[in-house]
């Protein structure tokens, strides 16, 4: 099992390809809690769609983690080395805050485990990989794009150190309603 970062109580785990950790994804992806804020209540996960997502995701060198609090699966993230093209933000936009040369990332995280959230642990597991991004992957900025309903997780944004850079309206489809993005970032 591969460490990205840990503290006393928060671990974030490279995700596994085996049916333990695809079975995890799964459960957190049919939990209303959880889609209402990720993919959106008509999206339909099944053991192989997580599989094939999962593939599709390394094909991308996406890294795909599990957060674990106290031992025990909480949540999940995701990043990747970006630019304006594949994270689908206007060129001009994106250029103001990431500069010709810059190591870019983006990431992606969410509590599965709905009793934990509201504790801290979000902003812990957020900070632990942010960190490990700015140090370890040598990354200049870190950029984050909630849907600008998602209030619970722009607060957890806004604890870690993220500012709000520009809104893309219309950016992603979730429900059959296009939800606009608040593109927020960190930098070094």
Partial sequence: MEIIAADSSVTIRKMEPAERDFRLFLKWMTDPETMKYWEGMTVRFTYEKVVEQYREHQAEKVEQCIIEYEGAPAGYCQYCLLNAAYFEVP??????FVKKGERAYGIDIFLGE????????????????ADALLRGHQADVILIDPKVHNARAIRCYHK??????????????????YHDSLIMGLRK
């Fill in 160 to 177: 870690c150190g993220f500012a709000d850079y520009f809104v893309v309206p219309h950016r992603e489809l979730q429900d059959g309603i």
């Fill in 114 to 129: 709905v009793r934990l959230r509201n504790r801290g642990i979000g902003t812990r597991a957020l900070s632990l990989l």
């Fill in 91 to 96: 060129a001009e936009e994106y250029t103001k």
